[in-house]
């Protein structure tokens, strides 16, 4: 079973970046054989790029919402494909996956989208603010607790 | 008293009280329960100047690519640029055309994004449709599956392109001072050449798509050419040596409400040319014709504000420089009632002729004997300083403006953006749309609400926040306010 695990955020807007950090975390736990990390600042169709060929995807990003840093949440794809486009850029990750679908592209059968609460997602910076980085390491147990070891 | 309340109302929409990464609209209607005012907020992105002082500057063509998932094509090509006139170094022919090759494979795999998936749904499903149709997925159960096979093809192979050169997938790493790090072996060149048939097919497809839904749908023409979405405004685009449209290259040219040309000039120029007004209600600035003037949120020949994008790439140019996409350029006046287009909405048309001669000019540049060089690089000799890079970016005329220290390291950077460019005229299009839609006693539904977005829409305004916020969309709120300031209607768009 051929695993991706996929970090969704820009790596110099401070907090935006944990999805990615969370990730490479993820695949230290996880990693080795049919294991695969990918870090991306994508959205939509070309995320349905990276995810084909796989048969399971672990996603991470990061939603901003000051009152609950260092929480996250695992997000049900189904709600995720009937949310509508109203993006200036790029479509919902949702409605690329219900448009992979439709065109019978290679999407992975089981897919866990994570999102994490974070404080500051739009000052440029390398690092996460206090709250998250402490908050880390609970939030990829969390996320490891989900997913079993490839067998 | 009554209006100082009001104005402290429109200005307290400041970064602590924003909840997320939202676009806004807020309206504010008067007494009588028109519209007064209706302002499009973004949020803002801080410290980007600071974040890069200090650096190596030839980390910048890197570090600005990340400002946004978006467009990071356009941003590390026009930091190269910079660079090229920071270091006082002209690239060889081959690395140009290489650079120019990349770009024109970015701009297809772009512009068919923008149609298919975020513009073309308002035309193509309708902007009447429910907004759980009024996406790709819509788009595609109305055009039929194998155009949707064809539309993902041309991006992922448009993508390929991108990767090939740029050294890394979705943020390039090639571009360097005076060149570029990777060429083409014949064997990729081939690819490319095939790519760019492939794309060239698309282009046709697309022209004919725009027929068949759009042209022949004489309620979208007249909804294109009304009143609601027009503005007589100067337009701005970069053109060659011939006045035609280039993405990669050459002069920033300026016409006024009627086509004429009232300037010219390289983009090192700029800061002669391009004033930027602050208003107090908006994050992002307002650029306008210095020679003209800030006249306020109007338009017409003594207001300064322009535009940039596709519609004023193609009113500022006498023309394309391939042959597809000339006959389309001379097809989209004729058909629009002549030079210049002042209707905002037949941005979405535009993009297509641009989409057009992207895939004709990638094609030309696959078959130029040069490309293959391996002379692709002239190694900076001279001491580096302050430099200017200009290119075209999807969204309009991107400017990277660096000053290096002698050991190149970056002392200050000034961006401006394609959005930035358009922020006057989005302000007036989304006031003007709401002002011409929601009148005294107007229940306002979703499908107004969607007609007063298509005025902002059209412009593909680029909001880096939007670049991946979880559901990889830019959720967006409308406000509407009473004449005392009281919220009387928030809708919610996710």
Redesign the interface.
Known sequence: MRTLILG??????SD?AAGLQAARRLYDLLGGKDVDLVE????????V?LLSGYDRAVVI?????EARVGEVWR?DTEE?E???????????????L??AR??G?PVPGQIL?Y?IAAAD?????ETLTPQLTKALPTIVRRIAADVPHPS | MTEAKVETRRISIDPITRLEGHGRIEIFLNAEGDVENAYFQVPELRGFEKFCEGRPVETLPVITARICGVCPEAHHMCSTKALDAVFKVDPPSAAKKLRELLYSAFFVADHATHFYALGGPDFVVGPDAPAAERNIVGVIGKVGMEIGGQVLSALAATHEVVAMLGGKYIHPTCGVPGGISKGLTEEERAKVEEIAKAAIEFGKLTIKIVDDVVLANKAYVDMILSDTFAHQTYYMGLVDENNHVNFYDGKLRVVDQQGKEVAKFPGSDYLDYIGEHVEPWSYLKFPFLKKVGWNGLTDGPSSGIYRVAPLARLNAADGMATPLAQAEYERFYSTLGGKPVHATLATHWARVVELVYAAERLLELSQDPEITSTNIRTIPTETPGEGVGVVEAPRGVLIHHYWADENALAKKVNLIVGTGHNNGAIAMSINKAAKGLIKKGTVVTDGLLNTIEMAFRAYDPCLACATHSLPGQMPLIVSIYDSQGNLVQRLRRD
């Open positions: 969704l955020g820009n790596p110099i807007l935006d991306a600042a994508v959205a939509g169709l070309q995320t790029q990003d990061v939603v901003q919402d997000l995720l009937n949310v509508s486009a109203t993006s200036s850029h790029g479509i919902g990750l949702g409605q690329a219900r448009l439709l065109m592209l989208i999102a997602t739009q000052t440029f910076g």
